[in-house]
């Protein structure tokens, strides 16, 4: 079963910053998502691949220190997170799937199916 490759997960201080890259399948979204312990899993941020050019979509919790991109040579996604905070604290999946990115200008946790996901790889933020 073809699934996404996360990279760069680790442990950070409060503050500090961490890339998260993932190759794969390439469909019209390529999102970021986490899930905390005891919590349900939400959409962090999401590249929506246009024609001419692609469009971030980012949870409000994110906005203004998460970046989310594309490397066209390297076919990989990149997560950058900045300014990190301990509840920033979880597992994150790459995922591609089909459009739409966001509904209402929300970015939306539940992608439609088929959706094509990753493993995860765990980002620590401690104080």
């Known amino acids: 079963q073809v699934q996404m490759m996360e990279s760069g997960g680790g442990s950070v201080e409060v503050g500090g910053s961490l890339t998260l890259s993932c190759r794969g399948p390439?469909?019209?979204?390529m999102g970021w998502f986490r899930q905390a312990p005891g919590k349900e899993r939400e959409g962090v941020a999401a590249?929506?691949?246009?024609?001419?050019?692609?469009?971030?979509w980012y949870a409000d919790t994110v906005k203004g220190r998460f970046t989310v991109s594309r490397d066209i040579a390297k076919d990989t996604v990149i997560l950058q997170m900045n300014t990190l905070k301990s509840e920033d604290t979880a597992t994150y999946y790459c995922a591609a799937y089909q459009s739409p990115c966001a509904r209402n200008g929300t970015l939306i946790d539940r992608p439609q199916e088929p959706v094509v996901w990753g493993q995860g790889t765990q980002v620590t933020v401690s104080s």
């Open positions: 390439v469909k019209a979204c």
């Open positions: 590249l929506y691949l246009g024609v001419s050019r692609d469009t971030p």
